[in-house]
């Protein structure tokens, strides 16, 4: 099977512009996740999503925001970009039966300007 | 707030040693996973523990579940620079508004 996919893997804003991620699990599974990773706040949880159902939130501001398709394909959008907003985001899909394991793709690497 | 606590945050020892991760929290989990993430990439799934008292081996590194499912340890046979890299656990919390947790992480260097 093929892995979890993300793109873009790199991208390059400036603040107060908006992005979006995307990203493909692999196939079968119906739950994704996204993360944000930073040097001095480690993996931090946004949301997940199953079956196109916001299931669960971190905490984070409304600016992040996400969807998931049919297909079970997410985005994350991140409005009116912050300084701090920088950080490495990750996609984990999972099939959901059994211990909850989590399949991670390579991350898109956001530098905000 | 749910925490996973890992020790030591950071690690850098000679090629052949051996050494120990624990992850550590107060919090009963239904299972914990360990995932080891390289730079500029995701985290990959190592293994998986649910039963209290579990071990479970793949090649050189021992994974340990708590009897009581609140801790766990990554044990490294021999390490090898291909070992090098962020050891995160994360666990399935059986309580708290949001059940899947990452750990602090643990950076390991290990030098030819």
């Known amino acids: 099977k093929a892995g979890v996919t993300q793109t873009p893997r790199y991208l390059i804003k400036t603040r107060g512009q908006q992005v979006t991620l995307s990203c493909s699990p692999i196939s079968g599974h119906r739950s994704v996740s996204w993360y944000q990773q930073t040097p001095g706040q480690g993996l931090q949880f946004l949301f997940e999503?199953?079956?196109?159902?916001?299931?669960n939130k971190g905490n984070f501001p409304g600016r992040f925001s996400g969807r998931q398709f049919s297909n079970s394909r997410s985005e994350m959008n991140v409005s009116t970009l912050e300084l701090g907003d920088s950080a490495l985001y990750l996609c984990?899909?999972?099939?959901?039966?059994?211990?909850?394991?989590?399949?991670f793709g390579p991350g898109t690497r956001l530098t905000v300007t | 707030t749910q925490l996973l606590e890992q020790s030591p945050q950071f690690l850098s020892i000679q090629e052949g040693e051996n050494l120990t991760v624990y992850c550590n929290s107060s919090?009963?989990?239904?299972?914990l996973q360990w995932y080891r993430q390289e730079p500029g990439e995701g985290p990959v799934l190592l293994v998986t523990?649910?039963?209290?008292?579990e071990v479970k081996k793949l090649k050189r590194l021992t994974f340990q579940f708590g009897d009581a499912r609140k801790d766990s340890s990554l044990h490294i046979t021999a390490a090898q620079p291909g070992d090098t890299g962020l050891y995160l656990c994360a666990g399935e919390s059986t309580s708290g508004t949001y059940k899947y947790i990452f750990g602090t992480g643990t950076r390991l260097k290990v030098l030819a």
């Open positions: 984990a899909s999972s099939d959901r039966t059994g211990a909850y394991e989590q399949y």
């Open positions: 999503y199953f079956s196109e159902t916001q299931r």
């Open positions: 919090s009963v989990f239904s299972s």
């Open positions: 523990v649910v039963t209290g008292g």
